[in-house]
DNA sequence: AAGTGGTCTAGACCACCAT
DNA sequence: TGGTGGTCTAGACCACTTT
């Protein structure tokens, strides 16, 4: 076993300071980045490691528990814990509304969304004020898995009037197409962007661990009369999208 | 101790299903959420805890692990674990160039910012292929601890042509501003954003645990000329940062 | 000095996966 | 069936803060 020598009980000592796992962490982490372990390959069991490094298994889950959240390694329960495959980030411009479907096809990419919801239903109070609902009216909710070729990319929740989208189930791939198809679609759009840390039950669904870093974005479409078509909330994975922006200096603020 | 109640044995065998520190993770949010607890109020003890809840100390810390990830509850060595303050978010427009002071007096913030580190350095590969640095020429890097009304707020480390910024000592509040006055301020930049969990390091500087989600934002500047002025990695808070932008339907692609 | 969080241990049992 | 990760325990000692 080569980790042997890298895990060593000496070699630990002779690590970085801190505590015992925050250096069984170091030392994994240099082998992994270092590629002394390649992608894919499977770690020694716990138990193991906890022999080789003596120290407590409790003490090794700790270090492969950080390391784990920061997406250099994957457990699988039963199976093993292995070097994860990076995954290349996909980059998406800021400066032209477009949709998912469109996006990722530009690039070549083969897209699929696994449905999560779909139909209309009573609007909660935000999707009344967002959408500008009056009492009484109803709403249609999408909800889809994205996933970009085979690897899920995003959870995608949009709100939508029904006056502009009467029959949701109509929408298979891309809603913009479909607002297209009954005239709604929106020529502006506000986007918020944030961070933050992907809770258990998305994390499941993007394949990540829970606490990984997310980026959330809610987007406001409007039509050109300055009706709200749509409110969308996206979660995409933190390691595997970037947004692109391109500003330029000047006196010109955004359009009204 | 109302607490005993909220907590007690039998509450955690009637709550969500799951392991005990998930019930237990569950039960301390909803508490917190619910108001139950104030904020700044401090939780009992570990030990206390285990005991009302009649599980282990490992298991309370790790039900309290995780909301101290989210960032419900803030731990402070030897004094006590509290239910943290939220963070009133800050907006930025992306449409639009602005420097950091620039965009936060703007907002009735007061700013400062904490000097890490500034000077002229041999330039890393990776400066030289932003920046367009021939071989033996040097950079200047200044990076900064940003604060919003005392409130760390970002890191923000840049690195500029000593062509363009000869004495970087000259540097104070805004980089933009001294840039003005060696005439090499930018007219455009490109930036990337991206999610990622902050690093212990990092995480210290900005007082949020490690692992808590950060937005990630590289900018490249260029002058009218086409040339690079200045290449910024900048880490915010992503409890505390939303980017904001606004885009539009158009065959308009971004400017070359 | 007393109380708090931070780390660590040895051992146990369960749930899942491969064979 | 045997090996893997997932959970849990009781108890110990250390480091830091408060009094």
């Not at 469109?102 to 959408?131: Q, S």
């Amino acid at each position: 076993m080569i980790l042997a020598s890298i895990l060593s009980a000496e070699a630990l000592q002779n690590a970085g300071r801190g505590p015992l796992y925050m250096k069984l962490r170091q030392v994994l982490e240099e082998a992994i980045r270092g590629g002394k372990l390649e992608q894919g390959e499977a770690l020694p069991p716990e138990r193991d490691l906890a022999e080789i490094a003596d120290v407590s298994r409790v003490t090794v889950r700790k270090a492969v528990d950080d390391l784990v959240r920061d997406g250099l390694l994957v457990r699988r329960h039963g199976s093993g814990t292995f070097v994860s495959k990076p995954v290349s980030k996909v980059q998406q411009s800021l400066s032209r509304l477009t949709s998912f479907t469109e996006d990722m096809a530009r690039r070549g990419f083969t897209t699929r969304a696994e449905l999560l919801e779909r139909g209309i239903f009573h609007p909660t109070t935000e999707e009344m004020v967002m959408l500008g609902l009056s009492a009484g009216t109803q709403v249609a909710r999408i909800s889809r898995l994205r996933m970009a070729n085979d690897t899920p990319l995003a959870i995608e929740r949009a709100s939508i009037s029904t006056e502009f989208l009467p029959e949701p189930e109509n929408v298979t791939t891309s809603l913009y197409e479909e607002l297209d198809r009954t005239g709604a679609r929106p020529v502006r759009a506000i986007q918020r962007i944030s961070a933050c840390n992907v809770k258990e039950a998305d994390a499941e669904l993007l394949g990540i661990p829970a606490g990984a870093a997310g980026l959330s974005i809610e987007r406001v479409s409007y039509l050109a009369s300055g009706r709200v078509v749509e409110f969308t909330r996206s979660l995409y994975r933190g390691d595997a999208y970037d947004f692109v922006a391109e500003m330029t200096l000047g006196e010109n603020d955004a359009a009204p």
